[in-house]
């Protein structure tokens, strides 16, 4: 088998497990539309222009909900120790990576997709920009969230600390998703021309493309039982 | 032997260290001449910029020894890479302490979220973030080993770092010492840099052999384990 069919196999088996439970993509969903709806009520709409903050709340939306499922992509497999299993089983650890991650970005899109919907509904933004250039923003930035999230979901399963450590981890590094996805975003919510989103999404692939090569390469030393 | 070594380099290191940063005191306040623009605040530069020379120094070291750890899983690259990030760690404070306090006067703002200062800072939570997830794992060896790959992942920040004054628009001055077409500072100001970049140096490598010879040390068996041991085998 190619490393691509294992990633798929592993990729399928997640998202299979996940559609059959549920819990943590429901939970994910939850925490992402009733932040939506706060941040409906916390803001002060007759100080701050929706358009001005909608790329930013969308970002630290997908951001703490996909940190959260992260926290869990390894429960389940922990828990009965089939993790050790897949393991044992001849598929490369860059692989078991690759088909992981791929299972948590569907889940993150799931998640983006409703957060976009629920916060241009409730601020009233009649009009978010071009969805074409909202997509070319969220795929590299999803990408790196999602390729960040599994790396670390894992190292912080092992800690006594347990979720609370997931951030600590991954927020400082994917400060520059944040940056550059919020940027390029906010420009998309104002449309602006592509020429003045492009450079923020080229600097969002160098960091999907970047984090998920490293995470291939490392992914065998956190993976070792 | 080589706690013993390395406690000795320790010592006379971090002397030697200790006696260059008295002396650059000296060469600040009283040889070297003030700066044309910013005034007398601009000295803190010789303080600031060793600083972080020590702690990119210190975050590569850490770097190294950690690849070195997985590759080969010596305990001394381990206790090398421990070592220098609680260096790191020390010298990034003083960086960042002292970064805002010449920033207040030149800049007139204590922050800014600048490409630097936002990366120099990121770099100093990921390594917090190599002590939290090391002491948080209840078997040790993993515990290393992830601390091993959050240090590696954490070390590509620092070419960035370097390059983030010339590729993003920054308040951050630009290089005046390493340059294509040599340093442009005055003489005199190059010598006191130097000097305090050598003292800042030997100080932190004196604390990292000593700190080292402490790591070594705490890892050797005790006699009592030794007898244990040597009880069950026999």
Redesign the interface.
């Known amino acids: 088998m190619t490393s691509l069919r294992w990633v798929a196999v592993v990729a399928h088996k997640d998202l299979r497990i996940e559609f059959r439970a549920g819990g943590r993509v429901v939970a994910m969903i939850a925490l992402a539309v009733l932040a939506c709806f706060l941040f409906a009520f916390a803001l002060d709409r007759s100080q701050v222009s929706a358009r001005h903050v909608a790329a930013s709340l969308t970002w630290l939306t997908v951001l703490f909900a996909a940190t959260a499922g992260a926290g869990r992509a390894f429960d389940t497999e922990e828990e009965d120790g089939a993790f050790r299993h897949l393991l044992l089983t001849p598929i490369p650890r860059h692989a078991i990576f690759l088909g992981k991650t791929a299972a948590n970005l569907v889940l993150i899109w799931m998640v983006t997709l409703l957060t976009f919907i629920a916060l241009t509904a409730f601020l009233g933004l009649r009009d978010p920009g071009s969805l074409t250039h909202h997509g070319a923003v969220f795929l590299p930035g999803t990408i790196g969230l999602a390729a960040t999230g599994t790396f670390f979901g894992l ?2 399963r ?4 347990g979720d609370t ?1 997931l951030p ?2 991954t ?3 994917l ?1 520059p998703v944040i940056f550059f996805g919020a940027t390029a975003s906010a420009r998309v919510f104002m449309e602006r021309p592509w020429p003045e989103i492009s450079g923020s999404v080229r600097l969002l692939w160098a960091f999907a493309l ?1 984090f998920t090569a ?1 995470g291939c390469v ?1 992914f065998r ?2 993976a ?1 039982e | 032997m080589e706690t013993q070594n390395a406690r000795l380099a320790g010592l006379i290191m971090t002397a030697a260290g200790v006696a260059t940063i008295l002396f650059v005191h000296w060469m600040v306040v009283f040889w070297v001449p003030t700066e044309a623009v910013q005034g007398i605040v601009q000295r803190i530069f010789y303080v600031h910029v060793p600083a972080a020379w020590t702690t990119f120094l210190a975050f590569g070291m850490v770097a190294l020894a950690s690849a070195a750890y997985l590759w080969l899983e010596d305990e001394r690259a381990d206790s090398a890479a421990v070592a220098a990030a609680e260096g790191g760690l020390i010298f990034g404070a003083i960086m960042l302490t002292s970064g805002p306090l010449w920033g207040r006067i030149a800049w007139g703002t204590y922050w800014t979220w600048e490409p630097r200062l936002t990366l120099t800072l990121l770099l100093w939570f990921t390594y917090l973030g190599y002590f939290l997830i090391r002491g948080s794992v209840a078997d040790p060896r993993k515990g290393k080993r992830f601390a091993a790959v959050v240090a590696i992942v954490g070390s590509l920040n620092i070419p960035l770092i370097h390059v983030s004054v010339t590729w993003f628009r920054s308040l951050h001055p630009q290089p005046v010492v390493i340059k294509p077409e040599g340093p442009t500072l005055h003489p005199d100001m190059l010598v006191t840099l130097l000097t305090s970049l050598a003292g800042f140096t030997m100080l932190f490598l004196g604390l990292f052999f000593l700190r080292y010879s402490i790591e070594l040390l705490s890892r050797r068996p005790r006699s009592g384990e030794v007898q244990r041991a040597s009880e069950v085998l026999t």
């Open positions: 190292v912080s092992h800690s006594s600390l450590i600590a981890l927020f400082p590094l400060v970047g490293v490392l030393y956190v070792e």
